[in-house]
């Protein structure tokens, strides 16, 4: 059986329902939402990167060939891409909606000059984190744009582990790793200038390869550490996890100061999600003991994926129809979220977990029972 990080899980959770603050707040006029937190919330992406390369790392330390390679990609396409693509489909009909209520309703960009058939295929494709000629912005699905950059990250770490098991170079793999860090580092930096990292449409593809790798080392120090660490006092480890969050809390509040910097958010998710993982302070216990936090980080995926799509249908439902002031978002936050988590509940039950990746002989299980 393998070991779940509950904890981490949490997070994902909490941070993908910050991620819907982040793009709630163009629609809202409340200090709960505009606000220099929330507004620098982006920043929670990395997060999801670096998490993604520690839980992959502990599934997969070796592949032995490209036969493990196409089933090590095909498990992450089947596990990210049905719900991707189901949402990109609600995006498109959203957009003929929008068209066909419009001489009713009063429709903000109702033309969107980045939601046309080009893009909708970068989106299909996957390709929406890397700068194709004439895309100018995010579209569709805005969140999208990281599953682009999660995937491309898949690629490079599964080829790179056949590379390191074919040669022999287990001993360095670390070392392979640190270069990946390195090498994608140095693109953002040829791009801007800076260690600024919150690219999206364009070079996303560099944040999510150098979060994951980011991550991959993160869990390779906690291979080889946790049972020496493990014996700390959980008094030490729940100072460590107080600490880890207000320095994350700052960073993220004073955002507009630290994302030229923001390769620091990449360090500080490593500390935060190496001490977390063992689940040990204070803040760990508190956060296991509520039932509904387990729910979020298990939906997180669908709340990442779903959010925008909702909070559209909403504000036209509220703001566009109703005519709630964008004031009214200072409670009516809440009541989106609802309608997210148990859409994201929906999702996650009916099509995250219906098209999952099964081998041949759990289908073949399944049906004995099902005779």
């Not at 090590?72 to 929008?98: Q, S, W």
């Not at 390869?209 to 993160?218: A, D, R």
């Not at 859409?343 to 995250?352: L, Q």
């Amino acid at each position: 059986m393998k070991h779940r990080f509950e904890v981490l899980d949490i997070f994902r959770g909490l941070f993908a329902s910050l991620v819907f603050l982040f793009h709630l707040g163009p629609f809202a006029n409340t200090p709960i939402l505009n606000n220099r937190f929330v507004e620098n919330s982006d920043m929670f992406v990395d997060f999801f990167f670096v998490l993604s390369g520690f839980v992959i790392a502990y599934s997969y330390q070796s592949l032995a060939d490209w036969a493990q390679f196409r089933l090590f990609l095909k498990k992450r396409v089947y596990r990210i891409y049905p719900l991707h693509f189901v949402m990109l489909i609600a995006f498109a009909g959203m957009e003929v909606a929008k068209n066909m209520l419009s001489p009713y309703i009063k429709v903000n960009n109702l033309v969107n000059p980045a939601n046309n058939v080009y893009t909708f295929f970068t989106s299909i494709f996957l390709v929406n984190s890397t700068p194709v000629p004439g895309v100018k912005d995010v579209s569709w699905n805005i969140p999208s744009w990281s599953i682009s950059a999660e995937m491309m990250a898949y690629l490079v770490f599964g080829s790179l582990l056949v590379y390191i098991y074919q040669t022999r170079q287990f001993r360095v793999r670390n070392a392979w790793y640190g270069l990946m860090i390195i090498l994608s580092l140095a693109a953002l930096w040829s791009v801007s200038g800076s260690f600024q990292i919150n690219y999206s449409f364009d070079y996303g593809f560099l944040r999510g390869i150098l979060g994951f790798f980011t991550g991959v080392l993160c869990f390779n120090l906690f291979s080889n550490t946790h049972v020496q660490v493990r014996e700390w006092s959980p008094a030490l480890f729940s100072v460590i996890e107080i600490l880890s969050l207000l320095l994350i809390v700052l960073c993220i509040y004073n955002g507009e100061i630290m994302k030229p910097w923001g390769a620091v958010f990449e360090i500080l998710f490593f500390i935060c999600i190496y001490t977390f993982s063992y689940e040990k302070g204070i803040i760990s216990k508190g956060l296991k003991s509520v039932k509904l936090l387990h729910k979020l980080g298990q939906y997180s995926y669908s709340i990442y994926m779903t959010h925008a799509l909702l909070i559209s249908l909403f504000n036209v439902l509220f703001i566009r129809i109703i005519k709630f002031p964008p004031e009214a978002y200072s409670y009516l936050f809440i009541l989106n979220f609802i309608l997210i988590y148990f859409v994201s509940s929906w999702t996650y039950k009916h099509i995250e977990m219906r098209f999952q990746y099964k081998s041949p002989k759990k289908v073949q299980e399944a049906e004995v029972v099902r005779k």
